[in-house]
């Protein structure tokens, strides 16, 4: 673009705005203002989640994991016992989810929760998520390399990403295979094999997906860790099938791959 330049009708070139760069935007997060006001966002994003959440302890998906509490507590199999005539008493939204569908060793890990009435049950719940997530973004940043200033920002960053915010509006539980996953990794780090290897046998084992990091411990031929996650998962099935029979398991099996 040309522009005039004074009253002569010099023409020149309109001066270059200067791009946009890894450092510079850095630079820009790590500023003193910008942290208050990423901090403050974080506030009134918590608060406008906490404000939404109290209505929500009769809906999806908590509703589905404190029934599914429910079934199991009172020695009933979530997985072929219809969820509304549990949860229908009490208001729990159900309808189309009638029946468990999460896996056997995360139905026993959240069992306790029927010990709870509903609204103690929902804030325990939220409670434990929250300190996961807290611990996640905690070991995802502590030790690193990067300025003080740009973790509190990175970890503003991370609580005010919306995904995070739907977890805790739906009571939702990939936060807590985000805080294995972290502590899996930092394990990895400190060369402690063993330890990893059993948080992702776990991790797989309430929820399965987390398996698939199997592939890059064979790739990165860390096969003490690989042993060790086939240990931490054949564990888990053990006590699984201790504490809730394997005729529950079978039914579980065929409700997860109809």
């Keep these: 673009m040309k522009i005039a330049a004074g009253d002569e009708g010099v023409v020149g070139k309109a ?3 200067p791009a946009v760069t890894a450092r510079g935007l850095v630079g820009a997060l790590t500023t003193p203002a910008i942290l208050v006001i990423l901090w403050a966002g974080v506030l009134l994003h918590g608060w406008t989640i906490f404000s939404a ?3 929500r302890m009769r809906n999806f998906d908590f509703s589905i994991y404190y029934a599914s509490a429910l079934a199991l507590h009172e020695n009933l199999d979530p997985y072929t016992t219809d969820l509304e005539s549990l949860g ?25 929760l029927a010990l709870m ?3 103690r049950a929902f804030w325990a719940w939220n409670g434990l998520n929250l300190a996961a997530l807290i611990a996640a973004v905690i070991l995802l940043l502590h030790g690193s390399s990067l300025d003080t200033r740009l973790k509190w920002a990175l970890a503003a960053l991370a609580l ?8 805790f509006f739906y009571g939702e539980s990939k936060v ?4 294995l996953l972290a502590a899996m990794m930092r394990c990895m780090e400190r060369r402690h094999d063993a330890a990893a290897g059993l948080i992702l046998g776990f991790a797989g084992a309430i929820r399965g997906f987390p398996l698939l990091l199997a592939g890059y411990l064979f790739m990165q031929r860390r096969m003490r860790a690989l042993v060790w996650t086939g240990a931490g998962l054949a564990l ?3 006590v699984t099938v201790a504490l ?3 005729t529950r398991l079978r039914v579980s099996a065929m409700a997860c791959t109809s």
């Design 53 to 55: 959440m109290r209505t």
């Design 236 to 238: 888990c099935g053990l």
């Design 244 to 246: 809730l029979g394997s």
């Design 160 to 167: 005010l990403y919306a995904p995070v915010g739907e977890h």
């Design 117 to 119: 009435p509903l609204r």
């Design 176 to 179: 807590l295979v985000l805080f």
């Design 88 to 112: 229908g008493g009490l208001g729990l939204e159900i309808d189309p989810i009638h029946y468990a569908t999460d896996p056997p060793t995360f139905l026993l890990m959240i069992e306790p």
């Design 15 to 17: 001066p270059k705005r």
